[in-house]
């Protein structure tokens, strides 16, 4: 194997492709990448077996060939690097890099020890624009479960039919489901949907909206593809089933609130720093065109707070995880939210008003049951 | 129709007086460790300064004892070997009595059951005697012998068949000998003690200066590392000794000795009073080692109770209990509170050999802790406090001690070990925590405030969780509904047994599936119909802290870390989780130090 490679594009390959190396693993091939010379050009990839990249830029090379070597080695090593061209070679079984004047030889691991990932016919493709993508992902990863009890929680429902997209994800006390309606092409196959975990999707929608490439995604039975220029990501996919989230979008609540969504976030931001730092409880006391926040925690102290508000109804008091709403205002772009309230115990229902975003969301929210 | 003999009537008779003797010696002798307890006792009465036992490996056949105390002269000694001759009973009558024997009662019963030799020179006198008796026959000869005397005691019931039979083992005697050693050598520190059991040395103790001295040496390990010191009791009764720190907790209770007035005693009592107050530290079926001292007024206590003096009968047994219990968990409370966060002074003057001196003395808290609600009210104060003292950067302060200013490394705040153990630097080297030991501890008590406290918070769920309970599972879950509505659950009915949980407690994982709320029922069905409501709350409040705690495997962010550390010593009882393991391990310095062989010594490790 030999190929030369500016020092820039190697670098940016390797950052790319770091995104699938584990942190901390036990098998030791994981902390490697893979490098392949084609006549075409390199490719590096890396797997921690759920995810894995695969990334390649087009370059002089002189011998193809494969090899696995230390990720992180070679990664800040050739962040070192003069900016100057790369010379990559495998000789006598040593992968030896020169650049300008320096030269390293690292030792590679064998390159068969190295997990080919099933490659599946796809049944279903779809294309996003990158800040589409971005929005959905946005407006969702944060709603995903950590609790490991319910497995299909900790991942984002897409699921796609010719007119819309749409994002899902919910930890059983919240829940955003994200759409994004509107024309964009659906290739081949019916509608379908997967379940995938949010460290698959964060890094595409970074992807795409540094390079503004559009998000290709593919679905198999067993995985999901995603590629954003030479880019591809592929995610194993999470088993369901996810739970009925249409059934629990409340159609009843009738109680509308308008608010200011910076001022209510900065005020939740300062009453909840005497929340209870377990249940982070913060009491919504909703009046006539007016919001109270309020928060009391044994052995901690109190804080009040008070915002204008577009309120009409009977007064309602409503407590909330207040880390749960700091959440949904941050995901919202909007000046204004609209709460659509029913009662103290019923699912909140949580959207922007006039969203300026790609995608629209609808974020529930479900109480805490207030202690009187 | 054949008739007992004895039944006759006109049989009737006066039985001869070595057979009285022998009956009542068997009051006194019932084994051969009771003649040694009471060689034993008369040796430390004697005000002697060393004492040795020797046995054979069947201590029924030879046991030996030897002091160096006041004596016994050529007319006092036939006088001892009368029955109810002593020198012992004060003039003030048997409600006075303070040494160990007092009913005179001792030598001549062991004469009434094996052959008994006594040597001794009383002080200030040049020559000795010895006697040799056998039932009432006393031979006296003029011997040699140091200063002090010897008993020796050969062939215990060896004239007596029938009682020789129901003796048991030779094993079981040696070993009642070594726990009876043990413990007057606990209660006499001052007199240099030794153990010998077929010319092995079993125990051999030098004068201690001080108690915990001698509770070290005979527990093998140093008093301040295995024990925490008991302090209590309200005048006129007065509670000092040592607790066994919970994490050294025994199958058996045989490290358990009670003194009252210096005189050892067993007490299911005491001893029940005792594990009370230790609570949830220690798992079940384990008991601590102690060494518990009780001083009170001679007219409270009846030792006169028991032919052997091995019980004794308070005026108000409830106080005593009340009292022992209290003691030990104020004692427990406030030292393993302070052990666990005392990073600077407790650590450093251990290490000086001087943590003695602060006897539970960490400032903020009460002295004596009385109540339960109390302690957490204390302990709840301090966690910022004890987040400054406990991973403050070493060289931040001026601390008293030259010792904390050994270089401990920059701050690098908690790490997770393997998912399961947290490791914190402290001033004095490194503390391990058991992540799920530790939720556990946390929740807990969590659990127990809101059981006893107001209704809890509870996050209502988006996708109601159905459960379909078995008669046995429904019928637990409307006993414990009252319990569970206080953590922060709410239930629904929807038909038959089928439950719909609509709301779990604030902030708690694990409970998403059902599982655990399974599991809990499960246990409730053994406590759920009891009466005691305070105990079913307990047992709910560790069963739920038992599911909901985070597990070793869970990864925990670095907010998520000190925040455990801080609520663990918010509570009362940071040292061990609700089974009584320990939640924490505090390796010293010093213990490095051993491990790498810059100290000598055996590390705790």
Redesign the interface.
Known sequence: MKFSIHQKDLQRLLTVAGDGVPKKTTLPILSNYLIEARPAGVRIAATDLEISISTSAETAVETPGQVAVNAKRLQEVVRELAKDEVHVQVDAGKFKMKCARSAFELYPMPVDDFPTLAQERATFSARLPAKTFQALVDLTCYAVSTDETRPALGGVLIQITDKEIRFIATDGHRMSKAHASGKFPVEKGEPREAIIPPKALIPVAAWATESDHEVEMELSSAAATFKVGATTLTSRLLQGPFPPYESVIPKDNKKQLIVGREALLSSIRRVAKLSDSVSHQIRFSVRKDRLHLSVSTADIGAAKDDLEAAYGEDDLEIGYNAVYLQDILKSLDSDKVLFTLNSPVSAGVVTAVESKRDATALCLIMPLRLQD | MATTPALRAGRIRVLPSDIVAQIAAGEVIERPVSVLKELLENALDSGCTRCDVRLAADPAAFLEVTDDGCGMSMQDLPLALTRHATSKMPEAGLFAVTTLGFRGEALPSIAHVARLTIESRATGSDSAVRASARGDQVRLEEIAHAPGTTVRVEGIFDDLPPRKKFLRSPRSEVKAAVRLVTAYALARPDVAMSLEVEGRYVLRLARATSMAERVGEIFEVQAEDGFVKLEGGTPPLRLTGFLGRPERHRSSRDDQYFFVNGRWIQSGLLSQSMRQGYRSLLPPDRHPAAVIMMELPTDVVDVNFHPSKKEVRFANDGWIWNELRRAVEGSLGAALGHVAHASGPEIADAASGAASSHPGGFAPRPGQVTEWPELYRTA?SLPMELREKFLAPAGSDGEEDGAAERPTGPQIGVWQLHKTYLLAPIKQGLLVVDQHAAHERVLYE?ALRRLRG??????????PLVMDLDAEEFETLLLLMPHLERL?F?FERLSGRSVAI??IP?????W??G?ALRKLLQEGRRFASESDREGIAEKVARSYACHSAIKAGDSLGPEEMQ?LIDQLFATSMPHGDVHGRPTLIRLGLEDFERLFGRRRGQPLL
């Open positions: 709840e969590q107001k209704l809890e918070t509870g996050q209502t769920m988006l996708f922060g709410s609509r709301s604030a902030g708690v994982k694990r998403e599936d599982m925040a």
